[in-house]
């Protein structure tokens, strides 16, 4: 079952990617799985790691990992996951499936975001 990412932010001025992460996941709602792996607190606000798998969670199958997040004023690595990440959702919904020609797997990402 999807949980809510990000749910320690306070504000308004939260990051756009915990919220991009956020329409991913009620999306994806039924096929991905997400949990808080920690929190990281950055003068006075707090901000989730959190995990979302994607597909089988079987420890036996094979597993793909997908890490990214922002550093300072770099995104890339968080843009990276977020599109991989609704790539799988959209086609998930879509008329191909994951895993349709690889068989069987398990995806993971982990989103981080440290503000400078």
């Known amino acids: 079952m999807a949980a809510a990412v990000g749910s320690h932010r306070e504000e308004p001025g939260g990051l756009p990617e915990l919220d991009e992460l956020q329409q991913i996941v009620e999306a994806g709602a039924g096929h991905l799985s997400c949990r808080r792996l920690c929190d990281i607190t950055v003068e006075d606000r707090i901000f989730g790691v959190?995990?979302?798998?994607?597909?089988?969670?079987?420890?036996?199958?094979?597993?793909?990992?997908?890490?990214?997040?922002?550093?300072?004023?770099e995104r890339i690595g968080s843009e990276v996951v977020l599109a991989c990440?609704?790539?799988?959702?959209?086609?998930?919904?879509?008329?191909?499936?994951?895993?349709?020609?690889?068989?069987?797997a398990k995806w993971s990402a982990a989103c981080s975001s440290t503000p400078a």
């Open 50 to 73: 959190d995990a979302v798998c994607f597909g089988n969670p079987d420890p036996s199958l094979p597993a793909v990992g997908i890490f990214g997040g922002v550093h300072g004023l």
């Open 85 to 104: 990440l609704s790539s799988l959702v959209a086609r998930r919904h879509g008329r191909h499936r994951v895993g349709q020609a690889t068989g069987p």
